[in-house]
């Protein structure tokens, strides 16, 4: 998470010798890439997302069940922890939400959580999906949406977009409210994309049953991303498409795959790393490999739908590829790239890297031994 001062911050989850998740810590790094005073923070607590508002990071965590709040099996606590720059943390008030399994969640400008229920949908069901809320005071009311709903993406102005798939149709619609609190003023299109499949009664294997979210630029640009559709689509403020849109993949986007080798138990299905939106309009792609004997690829993508100059930037590692994807207010492209080594080992390096492709540096945060 960058700031417009050229500092980052970064949030790691930390995991017991077993694999489960332990707590969480994060990490403030200058405009140079050194560890900035009173950084890492511990959190306790499993780390579910966060975002920062000015120069405060604000994560949403999982903590233990309170039993004086009436939480039982099915119910699930979290708090929303505040980080200031000098690095001293400010708890909120633990909010009990029933546990349904796969909420997706995400923090908006205003600081706070919302989450989304996804509603399932069959080949001959739509799905209905809803939204909840929780604040520094706890939970608040939610909010119903037709369709399988993505998570949300924020824009500046505390408005939301989502897109909501129709899987037996194989279309969607995108939509966005400017104040979600209230759920109004909200306006959508349907769109020719496919952004989910329908939930079938088989088990094993990957299938995306729920779209990914919507990313949102700072000129207002709305990008959409599927597993099911090999296309990308941006779309203006007036939800239509771009001009030389959509773009069509070379390669399929890359899909992160943190941990041992060994905790990839059948279903793990992790979703493609979210593509990023520059101040300029660039869009940015993380992709997969294409040869056995490279890496996987970052790639930029002008507002006019074509591959900018200098781009893309290669890993020459085989099977290295970027995990991590956010861009900064000035442009700047922050990504991690995973490396694999012997005996199950890894690197993981923090890169800076200028709009035209020039990498300003490296720091390498995790090494073997």
Same mark, same amino acid.
């Not at 708890?91 to 229920?117: C, K, M, Q, S």
């Not at 088989?202 to 979210?213: I, K, L, M, Q, R």
């Not at 993380?286 to 200098?310: F, K, P, Q, Y």
């Not at 900064?328 to 200028?354: C, D, H, K, M, Q």
């Given at each position: ?20 998740? @332990? ?40 903590? %233990? ?5 009436? !939480? ?19 708890? !909120? ?62 824009? /500046? ?32 299109? /349907? ?19 729920? %779209? ?28 239509? %498409? ?13 899909? %992160? ?5 060994? @905790? ?75 490396? /694999? ?29």
């Amino acid at each position: 998470m960058p700031l417009n001062d050229g500092s980052v911050r970064m949030v790691c989850r930390l995991r017991t010798a077993l694999g489960a998740l @332990e707590s969480t810590r994060a990490f403030g790094f200058d405009a140079r890439g050194r560890p900035l005073p009173g950084w890492p923070v511990d959190v306790d607590g499993g780390y579910v997302t966060g975002r920062l508002s000015g120069d405060t990071l604000h994560l949403l965590v999982t903590v %233990p069940i309170d039993p004086q709040s009436g !939480g039982g099996d099915a119910t699930t606590a979290y708090v929303l922890v505040s980080i200031d720059a000098g690095g001293a943390t400010a708890p !909120g008030r633990t909010a009990a939400v029933a546990a349904e399994g796969n909420e997706l969640w995400g923090i908006g400008p205003d600081g706070v959580a919302y989450g989304v229920l996804p509603g399932v949908a069959s080949v001959d069901m739509k799905g209905a999906s809803r939204i909840t809320r929780i604040t520094a005071e706890g939970r608040g009311a939610g909010i119903p949406v037709d369709g399988v709903a993505s998570a949300l993406a924020f824009d /500046p102005a505390g408005g939301f977009v989502l897109l909501s798939a129709y899987p037996r149709d194989r279309n969607s619609r995108v939509i966005r409210m400017t104040r979600p609190a209230l759920d109004v003023s909200a306006r959508s299109a /349907p769109l020719p994309f496919a952004a989910a499949d329908p939930q079938s009664g088989d088990t094993g294997g990957c299938t995306s049953t729920v %779209p990914a979210p919507p990313q949102i630029g700072a000129d207002d640009t709305i990008l959409l991303y599927s597993d099911v559709d090999d296309r990308v689509l941006a779309l203006d403020s007036s939800l239509k %498409p771009a001009v030389g849109w959509p773009f069509e993949l070379p390669a399929a986007l890359v899909h %992160p795959r943190p941990g041992p080798e060994s @905790e990839h138990e059948a279903g793990y299905c992790p979703g493609p790393l979210a593509p990023q939106v520059g101040p300029d309009g660039t869009v940015y792609l993380a992709l997969e490999t294409h040869t056995s004997s490279l890496g996987g690829s970052l790639v930029g993508i002008g507002s006019d739908g074509r591959v900018r100059a200098g781009w893309p930037v290669q890993l020459t590692q085989a099977s290295a590829e970027f995990w991590s994807l956010v861009v900064g207010a000035n442009g700047t492209v922050y990504t991690v790239a995973y490396e /694999p080594s012997a005996g199950g080992r890894s690197t993981a390096t923090l890169l800076a890297i200028a709009p035209d492709s020039t990498i300003l540096y490296r720091t390498t945060i995790v090494a073997p031994g």
